[in-house]
């Protein structure tokens, strides 16, 4: 249970510490006084989104610690304790702090954990219920979780074969998709990668293609710049003040001398040999020149094979030689794929035997929920009789069939059933889906009947948030019962306006907002008896009057005596 609740700085609590006792504990108080702020508190240990304006103005900070005592033998709780390298040695504690900065701080017992872990602990602990949880009893796709986890006891072995059935169906799978899949998948995956090998296979690559390619279409894109360089060149070479021509005269002049020294004759040579390299050269740029070569069509054509080339490494790979290899790799797997049809006819057989004891399970599953929910059925029923709804029929429908041919494409971890609750509160209505016939003072009833049924032997912390919303008169008192009785197994915090069900509350707990050094802020007292009398006749109309607190002394000690006979 939930022993103690710290508060600091959250939103128009500065400080509060709250002690809870075991049974039923009421919170009350004027409207707007901020009894929802305790829910907000619990709420945030239970890991929710960190808010920045729940902390009080003028502060930077906001931390909330539970203090739970639990039962040390409970194994979930001591599986989440030893992952965090704990024990659990009958108290935890959970805090958490958030700042304005963005710091969000999370700790069981003192050690560091994320949120996740908190969740986890918390949905152990605290079972929150208010107005916005009518959300979830009216959507049809949250039906069949919430039916489930009334009798999970008996689904844990079928659900925990279905997850191993489950696990070798994607197995299998995943082996006939490696083998291209089965009937015409497989045809569609052998015609797409013979079509890829081919369109490889026509690009007729080869390794240094591309850069041949940019080659030639950067010396024909320059083929006009090239040839008037080399014409140009020719005409400096060839002309009449030309090197070439300098250098015979120069060879002529050497010669006369030549015969004086063998310095002079070496001179010579070399002069022919540059001569010589020179007319080399005149012969090669003359060639170039001729050989220089322009076509338009050609060009584009040159364009558009390199443009498939890219295309190609964009789709197989950054080079050519990434696009061979893939080719190679396509090849490998297509040769794979034609040889393989024993492997899939084997995985076929394996696949069809694994769906039948899917289908198996999921038929077990269904006969489990079909016993248990007659039963919740029933007791459901009993409840909002109970509470005044004297004409209320209920029932969980199935809405969905399975069997072989579907059961592959709509089963689940929990099974192919699906769930959705059928409501009729007055008699020559027929049932009708819940979220679109109940009503807000029903849905508040009903809301308690299905938490009783649901925390009858939780042993958790159960946070009713207003559930009396819409309820007023005799029926208040039935819902006090109510709360009582779910009070009998669980810790129950229960904030109310009605006095027909704080009678009922082994705890009184006021919540007030007043000013303090022009702040306003919130506290939180724990009543003792007479307090408590007070605090219901003002909830009955008048604290000062004496027969206002008569009344609230007379239901008070009728409320004791329906405890006592419990």
């Known amino acids: 249970m939930l022993s103690t609740l710290r508060i600091q700085n959250l939103a128009l609590i500065e400080k509060a510490v709250v002690n809870f006792e075991d049974g039923f504990n009421a919170l009350t108080g004027e409207t707007g006084a901020g009894k929802s702020l305790l829910v907000d508190a619990l709420l945030f240990l239970t890991g929710i989104r960190a808010d920045k304006t729940l902390i009080k103005s003028g502060q930077d900070y906001a931390r909330v610690d539970g203090v739970f005592t639990v039962d040390t033998a409970d194994r979930d709780i001591a599986d989440i304790m030893s992952n965090i390298g704990l024990d659990n040695d009958g108290t935890i504690v959970i805090s958490r702090y958030f700042s304005l900065s963005g710091k969000n701080e999370c700790r069981i017992n003192g050690e560091l954990v994320t949120l996740n872990i908190i969740r986890k602990l918390s949905a152990i602990l605290l079972d929150i219920f208010g107005q916005n949880d009518s959300l979830v009893l009216l959507d049809p796709d949250k039906h069949l979780m919430l039916t489930d986890a009334m009798f999970a006891d008996r689904l844990v072995e079928p659900k925990g074969r279905l997850l191993v059935e489950l696990n070798e169906l994607r197995k299998i799978d995943t082996q006939i998709k490696e083998l291209g899949g089965l009937d015409a998948d497989r045809e569609n995956n052998i015609r797409l990668i013979q079509f890829e090998i081919e369109e490889i296979d026509k690009a007729d690559l080869s390794i240094g293609l591309e850069e041949d390619l940019k080659s030639r279409i950067t010396l024909m894109e320059n083929s006009e710049k090239i040839h008037r360089t080399l014409v140009d060149t020719l005409e400096l070479l060839n002309g009449e003040y030309s090197i070439p021509n300098a250098i015979k005269i120069a060879t002529n002049n050497i010669q006369q001398i030549a015969d004086l020294n063998t310095k002079y004759l070496e001179i010579k040579d070399r002069l022919n040999s540059v001569k010589y390299e020179l007319e080399d050269i005149v ?30 490494e964009r789709k197989y790979g950054r080079t050519i030689a990434d696009v061979l290899d893939k080719r190679d790799e396509l090849n490998i797997k297509l040769q794979k794929l034609l040889g393989a049809d024993a492997e899939l006819e084997k995985l076929r057989h394996e696949k069809d035997e694994c769906l039948h004891r899917i289908l198996s399970v999921c038929n077990e599953l269904h006969e489990i929920r079909v016993r248990e929910i007659a039963l919740f059925r029933d007791r459901l029923v009993k409840e909002l009789h109970s509470l005044g709804m004297k004409n209320a029929r209920f029932d969980a429908v199935f809405t969905q069939k399975f069997d072989i041919n579907n059961i592959e494409s709509i089963v689940t971890p929990d099974g192919a059933d699906r769930l959705e609750y059928m409501f009729s509160a007055n008699l020559g209505v027929e049932l009708r889906p819940l979220s679109k016939i109940i009503s807000g003072g029903e849905m508040s009833r009903f809301m308690l009947a299905f938490k009783s049924i649901q925390n009858s032997d939780k042993h958790k912390t159960c946070i009713f948030d207003e559930i009396d919303a819409g309820i007023g008169g005799e029926i208040g008192g039935v819902v006090g019962q109510k709360i009582c009785n779910v009070s009998r197994f669980n810790q129950v915090i229960c904030i109310t306006h009605l006095p027909t069900i704080a009678v009922y509350a082994d705890n009184n707990y006021r919540i007030e907002k007043h000013d303090e050094n022009g702040i306003t802020v919130t506290t939180v007292s724990h009543l003792n008896s007479q307090e408590k009398v007070v605090e219901i006749a003002r909830m009955l109309g008048n604290s000062g009057n004496t027969t206002t607190l008569a009344h609230a002394e007379d239901i008070i000690k009728d409320a004791n005596h329906y405890k006592v006979c419990l």
């Open 283 to 312: 012969d090669d740029i003359s060639k170039s020149k001729d050989e220089i070569y322009y076509s338009e069509s050609e060009l584009d054509a040159l364009n558009d094979r390199l443009q498939d080339i890219k295309d190609l």
